[in-house]
């Protein structure tokens, strides 16, 4: 009999998504697929995506049911299987029809938003971390327009990607079970915002999770060569032929974690502009989600 997920996480992108997965994962209750960590199937992407390390996002597509029936092969039998898939957000208008389609109305929703001036910033040190961002901070949300044209994937819509107000309404008025999770409470109580994600999906609330990794750290690799070498499939591939698994994941993480990376700070004027751009959208989202997000307008 095949499995589908029974929740999911749609986003947003650079909001603690991978460290969720990481996490959830840990929980003996809760399935998610150890064959790629992000779904991307009902997010319909055609692919053939043409900017800067694209193609390898090309390679994760999920193009058709059986694919995706695939990833959640390796369920036993787990209460709870999810898909957590940060571009479903963005994507929201071709990715709604489909889940309930596939899925059902009825399917648990989680989104987890972070700041979108913070977002921003951060999805644009994520690719310059990777060496595929070449531009200024300015210079790259001047280009959002044109990368889009050229179909670069999602991600490079720094800006964009943060306008959540109709991006929730979307699944606030199509699904009857939405969680939004702000990204803050995450940082600051990782357990408490973790044990709501348990209840809401129906598995033991009361699971020790071990939150002292942060997973997808945004930053500048203090060391570039070691950093590409720490990253590269083949080491990875090299590590867990060489060690058990999950010692081989700690070591990968303590050498590409949070210390290795060096933050840089925004502009303040680049800053005070982006406030300005998503002010209205904030205001509106924070009437429909019902919580305080005065602190992303400061």
């Known amino acids: 009999m095949s499995v589908l997920p029974d929740f999911l996480l749609v986003g947003a992108s650079k909001s603690g998504t991978s460290s969720i997965y990481h996490y959830l994962r840990q929980h003996p209750e809760i399935f998610l697929s150890d064959v790629q960590k992000e779904g991307r199937y009902f997010s ?70 972070r700041s979108p001036v913070e977002r921003a910033f951060s999805g644009y ?68 915002v973790l044990a709501e994600i348990c209840a809401f999906i129906g598995v033991n609330p009361g699971f020790d999770f071990d939150t002292s990794y942060k997973y997808n750290v945004s930053g500048t690799p203090k060391n570039q060569a070691l950093y590409k070498l720490e990253t590269s499939r083949k080491f990875v591939i090299f590590l867990k032929k060489l060690m058990p698994k999950k010692l081989a994941q700690k070591l990968k993480n303590r050498l590409t974690g949070e210390k290795q990376m060096e933050k840089e700070e925004m502009l303040p004027e680049t800053r005070k502009q982006l406030i300005e751009f998503f002010r209205d959208d904030i205001l509106k989202l924070e009437k429909l989600i019902q919580k305080d997000l005065s602190h992303w307008l400061k």
């Not at 957000?89 to 648990?108: C, M, N, R």
């Open 44 to 113: 319909q992407m055609e692919g053939n995506f043409s900017g800067p390390g694209d193609t390898r996002v090309d390679a994760t597509i999920t193009r058709n049911p059986e694919q995706y029936k695939a990833l959640f092969q390796n369920c036993k039998n787990e209460k709870a299987v999810g898909d957590i898939s940060p571009e479903y957000l963005y994507f929201h208008e071709k990715a709604i029809p489909l889940i309930k389609k596939v899925l059902g109305a009825d399917t648990k929703i989680i989104i987890i938003l």
């Open 125 to 192: 040190l994520h690719f310059k971390r990777d060496k595929r961002e070449t531009l200024s901070f300015e210079q790259a949300l001047e280009k959002e327009e044109e990368r889009k044209q050229k179909n670069w994937i999602w991600a490079w819509q720094y800006k964009n990607s943060g306008l959540y107000y109709e991006q929730v309404k979307a699944y606030l008025d199509n699904f009857t079970n939405v969680k939004v999770i702000v990204f803050d409470d995450l940082r600051e109580q990782p357990q408490k």
